[in-house]
Every structure is written in C-alpha cells, then in structure tokens.
C-alpha cells in the first residue's frame, strides 16, 4: 500500500514533465500482456475464476501509464499502472501496480437490473424502508451510513430517509456467482440513482451505484 501511495504522489511531481515519445506498440502489447498474467495468476491465487476473457486497453495521461483489464460477461475491471521515465519508455522496462481503489470484481452500467446478466447472479428487492419501524437495527446502521447522517444528530431513521427524493429505501438480497451473500440500499437523490452494497452486518461499504455505474468491490 505504501508503494501504491508513493505512486500517486509521484504522479503530482510529473505534471511538469513532457515526454516527446510514446510507448511503442510493441511495449505496450508486453505490457498488456503482464497486466493479463498478473489478474490471472490473482484470480487462481485466489481460488476465483475468470467467466470469460480479459480484455486489456492502454491509456498514457501526464507520464503514467494505464492498462485497464476488463472481463464483460461479469464486469470484473482493474488497472494496472506505472509511472514512465525517459530510460523505461526507451528500455520498456516497466513494473506494473495493481491499483486496488478501482478494482471491481463484479459492475454493471445502467442500474442493478444489469447485474442479472451475469450467470448465477441473483438480485431480489424484498423490502421497502420508510422508517423506524420497518427497518432492523443492521439495516439502520447501513442505511445511516450509506445516507452519511447520524442518529448522534437527533434525527430518527425515518428523518433520514425523508432526505432522500422518494422518502423511501429500497432493500435487496444478493447472492453472487461465488455464492456469496451481499445487502444493497438503494434510493434516489433527485433523478439521480445511489445505492450501496454491504456484506453481512459490517457497514463498510463492498461497492457502490453511482447513477446507474455499478462496481461491487473484492
């Protein structure tokens, strides 16, 4: 983690430099390829798997470069990235990171309906909240945190949720491919789709939905 820190506080630094030439074609089809060996050997390191092939695309902004690795049948991203000097552009002598913040192990566009697309995934919404009495003491805690307001305020659940636009929480269960067990909040700011994921009772927060961007996390 230190490392990855130190990456991006290089990357402030390197704003100033311009670099004149780009990756050969060459060292960015090695690259792609060493990003691909890496998720791969995480994956069956981690006892996963892939559901279909990963795909990779580079991308070079302000002196770092990004693989970015995708597998479309279940939305598993990452990017793997390095901050280029004059000597590795020349040499293609370059070590990848895995940046873990932008890692999805499962995502979806255009809202959680999309997830059902990926074999063996299973959303059912089961549960409307709209106040107190309808939700258990997990599912106030989530709800508050997703929502980042506190009872420490003197707001009641249902004060809560009446700062959202439908003045309503919409509660599903999920189970994943992997078969393991998620909860997913979702309600509307405006037009605007939110949702947050948890696992179990922990009110960390396992992914996100930003307006229909889904990322489910490892």
Known sequence: MKKWIRLFTLVGISTQMTY?????????????????????????????????????????????????????????????????????????????????????????????????????????QNKVITGDNDATKTEAAQISKMLELSHEDGMTLKQLIETTGDQEILRYDITTPENKKLVYYKYYAGDTAVGTFYRGASVKSAGENNDGDICIKE
């Open 20 to 124: 004149a030439a780009e990756l050969s074609e060459s060292c960015q089809q090695s690259l792609k390829t060493q990003a691909i060996q890496a998720e791969t050997a995480r994956v069956t390191s981690k006892k996963q798997f892939l559901a279909g092939e990963l795909q990779a695309t580079s991308t070079e902004q302000k002196g770092v470069i990004d693989i970015h690795l995708t597998d479309d049948t279940d939305g598993r991203s990452v990017s793997y990235k390095a901050i280029l000097s004059e000597s590795s552009r020349a040499s293609c002598e370059i070590e990848l990171q895995r940046d873990i913040k932008s890692a999805c192990r499962y995502s979806a566009y255009e809202g959680e309906d999309n997830l059902e697309r990926i074999p063996g995934f299973v959303l059912d």
